[in-house]
């Protein structure tokens, strides 16, 4: 696993709070297509939405693809764990 890669999967909750949309967005997009990792698209989900609420379009249109690949309760429990995450942090 790249050194970079190996960073953004273990990014912890400071760094990703700090974290800007576009590196939130290639975090999201890493586990859409399970790119040095296992695909999660729970995981993919949260990630695209909160870049998507720090001011990044091209997480939006992501995340909406996304949405349209999930079945109700994977959505439901991204969207679940998007909102603990911006509530804590």
């Not at 297509?33 to 990044?56: M, P, T």
């Amino acid at each position: 696993m790249k050194m970079a890669t190996f960073q953004m999967l273990e990014m912890d909750n400071d760094t990703a709070r700090n974290a800007g949309p576009d590196v939130l967005f290639r975090l999201g997009m890493m586990y859409v297509q399970g790119r040095d990792c296992e695909r999660d698209l729970v995981a993919a989900h949260k990630w695209l939405n909160i870049a998507a609420i720090k001011g990044s379009g091209q997480a939006a249109r992501a995340r909406a693809e996304l949405a349209d690949m999930m079945d109700k309760s994977e959505l439901a429990r991204a969207l679940r764990e998007a909102r603990t995450w911006m509530t804590m942090h």
